[in-house]
Structures are given as C-alpha cells and as structure tokens.
T-cell receptor
Framework: GAGVSQSPSNKVTEKGKDVELRCDPI?????LYWYRQSLGQGLEFLIY????????KSGLPSDRFSAERTGGSVSTLTIQRTQQEDSAVYLCASSIRQGAYEQYFGPGTRLTVT | QQQVKQSPQSLIVQKGGISIINCAYENTAFDYFPWYQQFPGKGPALLIA?????SEKKEGRFTISFNKSAKQFSLHIMDSQPGDSATYFCAASSKTGGGNKLTFGTGTQLKVEL
C-alpha cells in the first residue's frame, strides 16, 4: 500500500516568511510524528499526535513552530517568521496505533530559508 | 545532550565483508532500539529493531547485538553488498504522551566497495 507522503518535496522561502508543510500518514495509522533532520542537530523529534488527542509538543524548538492534525489524518507543520537556522529536512512518520513502536517515515520536505 | 552515541561516522567495507556499527545510550528508560537505513533524498527506512529483553536479533544479513548491562548495541551487516551503501542510524525509543519518541544517533555513512 501507499506509504507516508509529504508535500512539497522542496521549499525555498525567504527569511521572515511563513511556511506550511503537509504530511499524509499511512492509511489507518493513528499515530503521527514530526522530526527534523539538520546538519547541526541530526534527527530530532518535534511533535507527536495520536488521533484527535492533544499533541505532545515537547520537541518544538520555539513558539514559531506549530502543528495541527485535521480529522485524525493529515497533518500540517507551520513555521512562522522563518529563520535561516530552520533550514532542514522535515520528516513525518506514522505508526499503526498509540504505543506501537514501529515508525514509518515519509520522504521529507527539504526547507531552505534564504 | 546527546543521549545516543554512534560510531564510526563513516565506514568503508569491501564487498562480502562484515560492516559493524556501534551505538551506546545513557537513558535506561529507553525500551526499543531500531536501526534505520537512509539513502540520499529519501526518508529513513526501518531496517531491524530489538527490545531490551533480547540479546540478539537476526533478519537475513542484518543482526543486532544488544548488551543491556553495558548500554550498548550494534548492527552487523554480513556479506555486505554495494547496494547496502547508505547512511545508517541507530535510535532508541522512549515514552512521550502515549507515543514513542525516537532519539537518534548521529549516523554512519557506509560505503561498500567492489
């Protein structure tokens, strides 16, 4: 079946602009994670959603970052007033249910802030 | 604070040889240890994983060895092939708001030469 999909695959934006990144999890998967992969910080956890429950935002680096998940499926990660240090690959992963260990990653969105 | 240390940073192995990548962790709350394989431009793909109550797990050419007392685990790739050339990440899972947050190592770039 289809895996995790993310869009856009690449995004170039100017410093100070807002961006939205989208994630479609594997059909039927109720748990969704966002991670960031950057040269300086490696792969780091950002946020976790389970169904329609309140998300675990403990990994978000600043209040410029927010995410939502509509209808328990598609998720959008929003970065406001982008900075150059936000340049990274943003990865989405899904798991079949709350508490499941296996996480399946999408191809990522490469964000470049100029 | 880096909670999962991975070595080596890069590795060159001859075709048919054994590739060995090592990881060490500090947090005893980690309860699941996956390895991910990542090709350029792609998201990480789950390769093999182990729970801390098991000392070894083998799947095809890939084996995880786990030493709970030393808080170390390693990936062995037997009969390494050029197609195995990729970046490998170890990770460790901990609970977060009902989900499982992955903490990643810094990655190992493996090159398998003919």
């Amino acid at each position: 079946g289809a895996g995790v999909s993310q869009s856009p695959s690449n995004k170039v934006t100017e410093k100070g602009k807002d961006v939205e990144l989208r994630c479609d999890p594997i059909s039927g998967h109720t748990a969704l994670y966002w991670y960031r992969q950057s040269l300086g910080q490696g792969l780091e956890f950002l946020i976790y959603f389970q169904g329609n429950s309140a998300p675990d935002k403990s990994g978000l680096p600043s209040d410029r970052f927010s995410a939502e998940r509509t209808g328990g499926s598609v998720s959008t990660l929003t970065i406001q007033r982008t900075q150059q240090e936000d340049s990274a690959v943003y990865l989405c992963a899904s798991s079949i249910r709350q508490g499941a260990y296996e996480q399946y990653f999408g191809p990522g969105t490469r964000l470049t802030v100029t | 604070q880096q909670q999962v240390k991975q070595s080596p940073q890069s590795l060159i192995v001859q075709k048919g040889g054994i590739s060995i990548i090592n990881c060490a962790y500090e947090n005893t709350a980690f309860d699941y240890f996956p390895w991910y394989q990542q090709f350029p431009g792609k998201g990480p793909a789950l390769l093999i994983a182990i729970r801390p109550d098991v000392s070894e797990k083998k799947e095809g050419r890939f084996t995880i060895s786990f030493n709970k007392s030393a808080k170390q685990f390693s990936l062995h790739i037997m009969d390494s092939q050029p197609g195995d050339s990729a970046t490998y990440f170890c990770a460790a899972s901990s609970k977060t708001g009902g989900g499982n947050k992955l903490t990643f190592g810094t990655g190992t770039q493996l090159k398998v030469e003919l």
